[in-house]
């Protein structure tokens, strides 16, 4: 069974430092993997993906994530972070050949302070 | 173009009711499926339609039901309500089948009392 681990529930930091938010997972066959964001009283974001190829991943707003497959491991990054980045982060994956859907983590609150 | 549009945004019903959520996906997507989202936790998934059949079902029980329409629209319905059935429902369309990932709507925010 494949499943998605955010060991950290939650994550302060200052604003305009850095940030890792952590994910792992175990499967025993390839993935897909997501990150998603989600807003206060609002739906799931689609930050960014690995499907193939490049193992790092960016997005349009700063973030970057890489893929290890040796350390199952899928990590979220920012080099600066901004007040407006405070919300809630989630880790998914799809397994390959194996259905479509996600399947997510427990989720990480990201909290940006003055 | 419209994102995921799910109605009701808020709804509240009674334990024992009936309930049912719409969504409509993005224009020309074929695949929509439905997760559960309770406070504090990460979404599970309840079901995936593609092409008007059902690809895939989570742990969920048959109170839980699901169909796609042929404009691809979708409705969940939950029968004889739980207390522990109060959640944020979650509809998330794609073009394919999903693997290169869903894009969500709002939700319905659904409480049971």
């Known amino acids: 069974a494949q499943s998605v681990t955010q060991l950290d529930s939650q994550v302060p930091v200052f604003e305009e430092a850095p940030v890792e938010l952590r994910c792992n997972y175990s499967?025993?066959?390839?993935?897909?993997l997501f990150w998603y964001v989600q807003y206060p009283n609002q739906g799931l974001q689609l930050l960014l993906k690995?499907?193939?190829?490049?193992?790092l991943v960016e997005s349009i707003n700063g973030f970057e994530a890489e893929f290890n497959k040796s350390q199952t491991s899928f990590h979220l990054r920012k080099p600066s972070v901004h007040i407006s980045d405070t919300a809630e982060y989630f880790c998914?994956?799809?397994?390959?050949?194996?259905?479509?859907?996600?399947?997510f983590g427990t989720g990480t609150q990201l909290k940006v302070e003055l | 173009d419209a994102g995921v549009t799910q109605s009701p945004t808020h709804l509240i019903k009674t334990r024992g009711q009936h309930v049912t959520l719409r969504c409509s996906p993005i224009s020309g997507h074929k695949s929509v499926s439905w997760y559960q989202q309770v406070l504090g936790q990460g979404p599970q998934f309840i079901f995936q339609y593609y092409e008007k059949e059902e690809r895939g079902r989570g742990n969920f029980p048959d109170r839980f039901s699901a169909r796609q329409f042929p404009n691809y629209s979708s409705e969940l319905n939950v029968n004889a309500l739980l207390l522990g059935d109060s959640a944020l429902y979650l509809c998330?369309?794609?073009?394919?089948?999903?693997?290169?990932?869903?894009?969500f709507g709002s939700g319905t925010r659904l409480t049971v009392v």
């Open positions: 499967s025993s066959v390839s993935v897909y």
């Open positions: 690995y499907l193939s190829g490049s193992t």
């Open positions: 998330a369309s794609s073009l394919m089948a999903g693997q290169n990932g869903y894009t």
């Open positions: 998914a994956v799809i397994l390959t050949g194996g259905g479509n859907k996600l399947t």
